[in-house]
């Protein structure tokens, strides 16, 4: 029965092949060593020379081909970086190697054996020698092992007395044979180390795609429920406020909460059976939808749709669905006309009443359109009107009538609208707060910051542009009287460093309740420091980075996969270098490469 080359392919293409690869190569070894001994037994029944003789050839023979076996497989070993250098094992074999040349070369020089025994007697010698300590040592070292032997064994035979075309017959054999078999020896070591590497980058695409898979589902779970429960949870708890003050806006709210909650019901059914599809028509009528509930008026106009390609209008889906999502999360007011599954923006020409009914829904703030309030940059935001409960406008930095308190104005910077607009209707519940500004990336809350100088700014920690540390650290200088805080959902311990050491006085996650959020507020306010109790924890518990600075500059480089050469041309560094740091910061984290030391670092917050 034929085995292919295919069927070779798939034998060493599955889970034990790099194994199985291994034995054919031990396997292999183990047929030289067998070659060696039916060589000298051929020899032997050749040769002329008597019982002594032969018994003395047969056993040194013998003992070669045993330890060349067991010298191969170490060598192997340690040329996979499986086990150590097997020096002992080279040494006994160059000098049992050099004992049998000098055993035969005076067998010649007492006439025991004939010029033709001696020949193939050093030609096989010497070509069995060459394997092993090749693939054993460096290319280098064995080399010059490999030669200085086989020049000794060949001049030893000129010095006993072997004729000139014997020696030259020798010599040319030798110089052919023995570079040949030291580098199939190389080469069958190096086959097998690149088996082993293929399947190990096999395994890591593998782990990869499943990881990848994993992140795919997780942002996906993200996007449908994470925006979606942080904006019931402030809903819900502006609702409860706002019942509590008797308005009935609060019903309102809760029935927006409900609508919410059943369509993410909805949404996390599709994703776990993994059905969910991108219908053209849906998309738009959901888009409109979701566009209208969070105050932004939408008009949709259906164009030959109907007639694209199913594979066109689902692509189209995708494409309504993204950006409504980006509307949602970064546009202002306005109106979208949405032709054919694209959006166009516009300036507010809604119904005559849709104003009036956000208004209604919404009574502790007010949507400035383009333009902006005055004081802020002119883009599109919110602002915050300065009244109490009773409905009664108060400008900032004035006493509060009732509790006889300072007002502390706020500065809130987070790039999730519904997030954002909720937290500042709550916050401007309490008696003595106030939000004067919002912004949507840091670039924006550090304008905004500077215009109507806040006592404390509430920022996110990641948005578009500047990140929220990047502002606090430009804030101590721009607008020294205000504290700094990071609300975020992002939170690692090196984040948490990196805030206090630029002068942030409080660090909490996105979990915390509105009136939690407004005490520490006040505590920031006064001079004093928040931080939540886990994050603290968790610095504590990440201890200091062991990598220096520039570790951690060059591991950043390579968290996205980047080969060695791109990571060296980006730091205006050697190949050579960035490989020599990539491994210390692995050797330090214990990972096994640096793709592994990047995530362990990320993780950590090191980066």
């Given at each position: 029965?034929?085995?292919?080359?295919?069927?070779?392919?798939e034998?060493?293409?599955?889970?034990?092949?790099?194994?199985?690869y291994?034995?054919?190569?031990?396997?292999?070894?183990?047929?030289?060593?067998?070659?060696?001994?039916?060589?000298?037994?051929?020899?032997?029944?050749?040769?002329?020379?008597?019982?002594?003789?032969?018994?003395?050839?047969?056993?040194l023979?013998?003992?070669h081909?045993?330890i060349?076996?067991?010298?191969?497989?170490?060598?192997?070993r340690?040329?996979?970086?499986?086990g150590?250098?097997p020096?002992?094992?080279?040494?006994?074999?160059?000098?049992?190697?050099?004992?049998?040349?000098?055993?035969?070369?005076?067998?010649?020089?007492?006439g025991?054996?004939?010029?033709?025994?001696?020949?193939?007697?050093?030609?096989?010698?010497?070509?069995?020698?060459?394997?092993?300590?090749?693939?054993?040592?460096s290319?280098?070292?064995?080399?010059?092992?490999?030669?200085?032997?086989a020049?000794?064994?060949?001049?030893?035979?000129?010095?006993?007395?072997?004729?000139g075309?014997?020696?030259?017959?020798?010599?040319?054999?030798?110089?052919?044979?023995?570079?040949?078999?030291?580098?199939?020896?190389?080469?069958s070591?190096w086959?097998?180390?690149?088996?082993?590497?293929?399947?190990?980058?096999?395994?890591?695409?593998?782990?990869?795609?499943?990881?990848?898979?994993?992140?795919?589902?997780?942002?996906d779970?993200?996007?449908?429920?994470?925006?979606?429960?942080?904006?019931?949870?402030?809903?819900?708890?502006?609702?409860?406020?706002?019942?509590?003050?008797?308005?009935?806006?609060?019903?309102?709210?809760?029935?927006?909460?409900?609508?919410?909650?059943?369509?993410?019901?909805?949404?996390?059914?599709?994703?776990?059976?993994?059905?969910?599809?991108?219908?053209?028509?849906?998309?738009?009528?959901?888009a409109?939808?979701?566009?209208?509930?969070?105050?932004?008026?939408?008009?949709?106009?259906?164009?030959?749709?109907?007639?694209?390609?199913?594979?066109?209008?689902?692509?189209?889906?995708?494409?309504?669905?993204?950006?409504?999502?980006?509307?949602?999360?970064?546009?202002?007011?306005?109106?979208?006309?949405?032709?054919d599954?694209?959006?166009?923006?516009g300036?507010?020409?809604?119904?005559?009443?849709?104003?009036?009914?956000?208004?209604?829904r919404?009574?502790?703030?007010?949507?400035?359109?383009?333009?902006?309030?005055?004081g802020?940059?002119?883009?599109?935001?919110?602002?915050?009107?300065?009244?109490?409960?009773?409905?009664?406008?108060?400008?900032?930095?004035?006493?509060?009538?009732?509790?006889?308190?300072?007002?502390?104005?706020?500065?809130?910077?987070?790039?999730?609208?519904?997030?954002?607009?909720?937290l500042?209707?709550?916050?401007?519940l309490?008696?003595d707060?106030?939000?004067v500004?919002?912004?949507?990336t840091?670039?924006?809350?550090?304008?905004?910051?500077?215009?109507?100088?806040?006592?404390?700014?509430v920022?996110?920690?990641?948005?578009?542009?500047?990140d929220?540390?990047a502002?606090?650290?430009?804030l101590?200088?721009?607008?020294?009287?205000?504290?700094s805080?990071?609300?975020?959902?992002?939170?690692?311990?090196?984040?948490?460093?990196?805030a206090?050491?630029?002068?942030?006085?409080?660090?909490?996650?996105?979990?915390?309740?509105?009136?939690e959020?407004?005490?520490?507020?006040?505590?920031?306010?006064?001079?004093?420091r928040?931080?939540?109790?886990?994050?603290?924890?968790?610095a504590?518990?990440?201890?200091?980075?062991?990598l220096?600075?520039?570790?951690?500059?060059?591991?950043?480089?390579?968290?996205?996969?980047?080969p060695?050469?791109?990571?060296?041309?980006?730091?205006s560094?050697?190949?050579?270098?960035?490989?020599?740091?990539?491994?210390?910061?692995?050797?330090?984290?214990?990972?096994?490469?640096?793709?592994?030391?990047?995530?362990?670092?990320?993780?950590?917050?090191?980066?």
């Amino acid at each position: 029965m034929s085995v292919s080359v295919e069927d070779w392919v798939e034998r060493l293409g599955g889970q034990d092949g790099p194994e199985r690869y291994r034995r054919y190569a031990v396997g292999s070894v183990g047929f030289l060593a067998l070659t060696e001994v039916g060589l000298w037994t051929i020899w032997m029944f050749q040769s002329d020379g008597d019982a002594p003789v032969l018994a003395t050839v047969a056993v040194l023979g013998a003992v070669h081909a045993v330890i060349q076996f067991m010298l191969w497989r170490s060598a192997l070993r340690h040329y996979l970086t499986a086990g150590p250098r097997p020096t002992p094992l080279v040494a006994a074999y160059t000098a049992l190697t050099l004992a049998m040349a000098t055993v035969g070369c005076v067998l010649l020089a007492t006439g025991r054996i004939d010029d033709g025994d001696l020949t193939s007697y050093l030609v096989w010698l010497l070509m069995f020698w060459a394997g092993p300590p090749a693939l054993a040592l460096s290319p280098r070292r064995g080399a010059a092992l490999v030669a200085v032997v086989a020049v000794a064994a060949l001049a030893g035979a000129g010095v006993a007395g072997l004729p000139g075309p014997a020696l030259v017959l020798a010599v040319s054999a030798s110089v052919f044979m023995v570079p040949f078999m030291a580098a199939a020896s190389r080469a069958s070591g190096w086959s097998v180390r690149l088996i082993e590497q293929l399947a190990a980058a096999r395994e890591t695409q593998s782990r990869l795609a499943v990881a990848e898979e994993r992140l795919r589902f997780g942002r996906d779970l993200h996007d449908v429920l994470g925006r979606n429960l942080a904006v019931v949870a402030l809903k819900s708890e502006l609702a409860a406020q706002l019942a509590r003050r008797g308005l009935p806006e609060a019903e309102e709210h809760m029935v927006e909460v409900q609508r919410i909650a059943r369509e993410s019901q909805r949404e996390i059914r599709s994703v776990v059976r993994g059905y969910r599809t991108a219908d053209l028509h849906t998309e738009l009528v959901g888009a409109r939808s979701v566009l209208e509930a969070a105050g932004i008026d939408c008009r949709i106009e259906y164009g030959p749709a109907d007639r694209l390609p199913p594979d066109v209008q689902s692509a189209l889906g995708w494409v309504v669905r993204e950006g409504t999502t980006n509307v949602l999360r970064h546009g202002s007011t306005g109106r979208d006309a949405l032709h054919d599954g694209t959006a166009h923006r516009g300036p507010d020409h809604g119904p005559a009443g849709a104003g009036e009914r956000r208004r209604a829904r919404h009574p502790v703030r007010r949507r400035h359109g383009p333009g902006g309030a005055a004081g802020t940059t002119g883009r599109p935001g919110w602002h915050a009107d300065h009244r109490t409960p009773t409905g009664r406008h108060l400008p900032p930095h004035r006493t509060h009538p009732l509790g006889r308190r300072r007002m502390i104005t706020v500065l809130l910077a987070d790039d999730e609208h519904l997030i954002r607009g909720a937290l500042a209707s709550l916050l401007t519940l309490e008696d003595d707060i106030t939000v004067v500004a919002q912004a949507g990336t840091g670039d924006e809350a550090l304008a905004m910051a500077v215009a109507h100088r806040p006592d404390v700014a509430v920022l996110d920690l990641q948005m578009p542009g500047l990140d929220g540390i990047a502002v606090a650290t430009r804030l101590r200088e721009s607008v020294p009287g205000c504290a700094s805080m990071i609300v975020t959902s992002h939170a690692r311990a090196g984040a948490l460093k990196r805030a206090l050491s630029v002068g942030v006085r409080g660090f909490v996650p996105k979990t915390v309740s509105a009136h939690e959020l407004a005490q520490i507020i006040r505590t920031v306010h006064t001079g004093g420091r928040y931080v939540d109790q886990e994050l603290a924890a968790d610095a504590i518990a990440a201890g200091e980075s062991p990598l220096t600075p520039r570790e951690a500059e060059l591991l950043s480089y390579a968290e996205d996969g980047a080969p060695v050469a791109d990571i060296a041309a980006r730091a205006s560094l050697s190949s050579g270098t960035v490989r020599n740091y990539l491994s210390s910061a692995a050797m330090k984290l214990g990972a096994e490469n640096r793709h592994v030391a990047a995530r362990m670092a990320r993780e950590r917050g090191w980066l």
